[in-house]
């Protein structure tokens, strides 16, 4: 990480800004700008007693500061590198301190050593962070999110951890003692070798899926009711979410619905060109505009040729044509890969990520089993649309993505650049563009031996692409075969995505939601333009093309916004392949 040092006028004003800060209850209040610390060098800073109240720390090298009896309330620190630092008594109650990713085994948000005694922790969100051997003694963590959490030999007595998510946190050799657990959810736990003596465990969730081994405890641990440490499972059993059922479908297509038209209106109010926010209250026109030219540009997709991904507009238009399909078909391969025997995956690898539909599947489809995604996408603009769905307290998915992309992966290869990855699982979905139908079988295979470098042993890829892109597909089948990779599908065969649905002709459900937020652009638009929709000129060719009118439909109302496409002859083709090696 390279951070942003900080010279002595900005020293000045930090120390300004934090004398406003101590008087006042919020950044707004003070008249701050939350982000002005991101990403700054604060190595040694002296912060005691600092209110901080709901500033952005992302990335923020705060590694020796001292931050004792400071106000970190909503406080997101993404990334900061707190080791060592002195959080004695501070107040992070709702703060966010996600950092999870776990790049060659090393936490990007280290914690390790760090003094948090007596601090104030409840509701935080800590996924994966490193507090090895941190000092969290009489701290407060109720309802916190501390999933996949490094807390090896860190002392923890006495904390309160009642109704915390420790799902698959490593609590190795901890110091537990008095410590409340009460309500928390120890879901694959490991409490090896931790000292739970005078620890109250009643109530908690999944302990007999816990990692108990050389545990210790007294007579006054509090244990649930004729639980037996000595017979408790050593690791946990995830629980994957069956929506075969069309009640269950039902349900499925409401939260796409919920959770995709929450992902737009953020995107729309968050987008920036040329450096300026524009928001949709005061500035709907020029969002408009942007969706114009996204609908125009992506309607190339319709005649065999790559749009330009980075225009504003695509996303939004990519939502709500294509993405609740994808995340409808990644969920229905992802069904079928869980009945041949594929493996929960721990570490995947979204190439071509997009608008996110493989970290949505997996959100919507597994529970309870900690499953982290790099996703790599060359947009910008998809990227962006991506970091807007929202990271709710619950999810066990976590996604880091990076501006990557599949020519990019064949040069770090080729450069000797990739190291030796840890992806059980690669995950491709409609990323073969048009302009891979021309290469010769040499790309192939490098691209091939590139993913033999990123994966693990018997790792799995999935590709999901539409029956259109078959000659491709083949090339690729063609090249996992020749580089060691077995097919899982029957004879050999493409899987079809019709053929995975049951029911399918009941699965083209309508969401409502993003059909009335279509149907309210499609009247502004519509109103804009009547005369020149009335005669199709040439004036309106320039702000539609014929094929830019497919979204709208060829009334005032749009299409409906669905999760299939019922069309008979619209089908997906699915390879699986295991690497063999």
């Known amino acids: 990480m390279i951070y942003r040092e900080m010279n002595d006028s900005e020293c000045q004003r930090l120390q300004i800004l934090l004398d406003k800060l ?57 990334g900061a590198d707190l080791s060592n630092a002195n959080l004695v008594e501070a107040c992070l109650d709702g703060a966010s301190l996600c950092g999870g990713v776990f790049i060659d085994s090393a936490g990007i948000f ?105 545990a210790t405890y007294n007579d006054a641990t509090k244990l649930p009711k004729d639980f037996s440490p000595q017979e408790v499972a050593m690791t946990a059993a995830p629980t994957v979410i069956n929506f075969n059922s ?6 499925l297509c409401k939260k796409i619905d919920e959770y995709l038209i929450e992902a737009i209106e953020n995107y729309c109010q968050s987008i920036k060109i040329n450096s300026k926010c524009i928001k949709i209250d005061d500035e709907t026109q020029v969002i408009d505009e942007l969706i114009i030219e996204g609908i125009n540009e992506l309607s190339k997709l319709r005649k065999g040729k790559d749009p330009d991904y980075d225009m504003w507009g695509i996303p939004v238009v990519y939502a709500f044509k294509y993405l609740p399909r994808k995340i409808t078909a990644v969920i229905a391969v992802l069904s079928h890969y869980f009945q041949i025997g594929g493996a929960i995956p721990r570490r995947v690898l979204d190439i071509g990520s997009g608008t996110d539909a493989v970290s949505i599947a997996l959100y919507f489809y597994i529970q309870k089993s900690l499953i982290e995604v790099i996703a790599f996408e060359p947009s910008k603009a998809m990227r962006t649309f991506a970091n807007n769905f929202s990271s709710k307290k619950g999810s066990y998915v976590f996604t880091k993505r990076f501006e990557r992309s599949v020519d990019d992966l ?137 094929d830019g009118l497919w979204l709208f439909g060829t009334g005032n109302n749009p299409y409906p916004v669905t999760t299939w496409n019922d069309k008979k002859d619209y089908d997906e083709y699915i390879l699986i392949f295991r690497k063999q090696q």
């Open 110 to 214: 280290p914690l390790s050593g760090a003094n948090l005694s007596g601090a104030n922790l409840s509701n935080a969100s800590l996924w994966g962070a490193n507090l090895s051997e941190a000092n969290l003694s009489q701290a407060q963590l109720k309802n916190s999110y501390l999933c996949g959490a490094y807390l090896v030999d860190a002392n923890l007595s006495s904390a309160n951890f009642s109704g915390a998510d420790l799902t698959e946190a490593k609590l190795n050799g901890a110091d537990l003692s008095g410590a409340d657990l009460s309500k928390s959810n120890l879901l694959g736990t490991n409490l090896s070798r931790a000292n739970l003596n005078n620890a109250n465990l009643e109530e908690t969730e999944n302990l007999d899926h816990a990692n108990l081994n050389n």
């Open 410 to 546: 064949i040069d770090r290869y080729e450069k000797g650049q990739i190291k030796k990855g840890s992806f059980d699982l690669v995950m491709m979905s409609s990323v073969l563009q048009n302009r891979f139908k021309n290469k010769e079988e040499e790309w192939w295979t490098t691209f091939i031996k590139a993913l033999n470098e990123v994966t693990t042993k018997n790792a799995n890829l999935i590709l999901i692409e539409p029956k259109m892109k078959e000659e491709m597909l083949n090339k690729m089948r063609e090249s996992l075969t020749d580089c060691g990779w077995v097919s899982l599908c029957e004879k050999d065969e493409f899987l079809k995505l019709r053929n995975m649905l049951p029911n399918v002709e009941n699965k083209n459900h309508e969401l409502t939601r993003m059909t009335e937020w279509l149907g309210q652009l499609n009247g502004r638009i519509f109103h804009r333009y009547d005369d020149l929709l009335s005669d199709r000129s040439d004036e309106l060719e320039s702000k539609f093309t014929k």
């Open 22 to 78: 101590k008087n006042s209850s919020t950044n707004e209040e003070a008249n701050v700008d939350p982000f002005f610390l991101v990403n700054c060098d604060l190595r040694g800073f002296d912060l005691k007693g600092a209110n901080l109240t709901g500033l952005y720390l992302s990335s923020v090298n705060l590694s020796g500061a001292d931050l004792s009896n400071a106000i970190l309330k909503d406080v997101k620190l993404w």
């Open 246 to 251: 069309d009640l269950s479908y039902e349900r």
